[in-house]
């Protein structure tokens, strides 16, 4: 069985530029939650999707959104980069028990 | 005040020791707890999860304690390959957990 995979693995940006990052779930898992890990920091909480429904929302403001498509993929967007949005973007697929992350994708802003 | 908050470390373990740390947590509403490992410039991966009637897993003891809302981990005879960051973890609700910054843990020859 896969595990939670995500694209793309390093990303490299500019300020005022927009991302966008996906995450594909483990098979038969209908949750999506998506974490920004900088460096020295645990990863903080950023949206939950369930069933294409957004559940939960973190701290983080308008610049970023995300959605969660039929087959329970989903894509986290971020406009107007800034310097502090450079850090580790972990999604994670929700089963009974647990969150199991995919490997990141590690955004740069320069 | 961080919902989730661990001492950062590093604690310097000699290989064979064994190491104890805690993480206290303030969401009272949080259902679950568990313990993530992460490797440098990786993923979280689970370790364990933590029960309040305490658990073991191998060499590892977790053991939940509600009533002064805090959460420890014992690893016993260390090995090199257990130096990483242990990261203290409460679910909220399937799908939104809070982290606490992390533990970082050196295993030394």
């Known amino acids: 069985d896969a595990g939670v995979t995500q694209s793309p693995t390093h990303l490299i940006k500019t300020r005022g530029q927009h991302v966008t990052l996906r995450c594909s779930p483990i098979?038969?898992?209908?949750?999506v939650s998506w974490y920004q890990q900088v460096l020295g920091q645990g990863p903080q909480f950023i949206f939950q999707?369930?069933?294409?429904?957004?559940?939960g929302r973190g701290n983080f403001p308008d610049r970023f959104s995300a959605r969660q498509f039929p087959n329970y993929s989903s894509e986290l967007n971020v406009n107007a980069l800034l310097l502090g949005d450079s850090a580790l973007y972990l999604c994670?697929?929700?089963?009974?028990?647990?969150?199991?992350f995919g490997p990141g994708t590690r955004l740069l802003v320069l | 005040r961080k919902e989730v908050e661990q001492d950062p470390g590093p604690f310097n373990v000699p290989e064979g020791a064994t190491v104890a740390f805690n993480c206290t947590y303030s969401?009272?509403?949080?259902?679950?707890f568990f313990w993530y490992r992460q490797d440098c410039r990786k993923e979280p991966k689970l370790l364990m999860s933590?029960?309040?009637s305490g658990n073991e897993d191998g060499r590892f003891t977790a053991q939940l304690n509600r009533a002064s809302q805090y959460i420890s981990l014992l690893i016993r005879d260390s090995k090199l390959s257990d130096s990483a960051t242990y990261l203290c973890?409460?679910?909220?609700?399937?799908?939104?957990?809070?982290f606490g910054a992390g533990t970082q843990v050196v295993v030394t020859p």
């Open positions: 098979s038969g898992h209908k949750s």
């Open positions: 973890v409460g679910q909220i609700y399937e799908g939104k957990f809070q």
């Open positions: 999707y369930y069933e294409k429904e957004e559940r």
């Open positions: 969401n009272s509403a949080s259902q679950s």
């Open positions: 994670a697929s929700s089963g009974k028990e647990t969150q199991y």
């Open positions: 933590v029960y309040s």
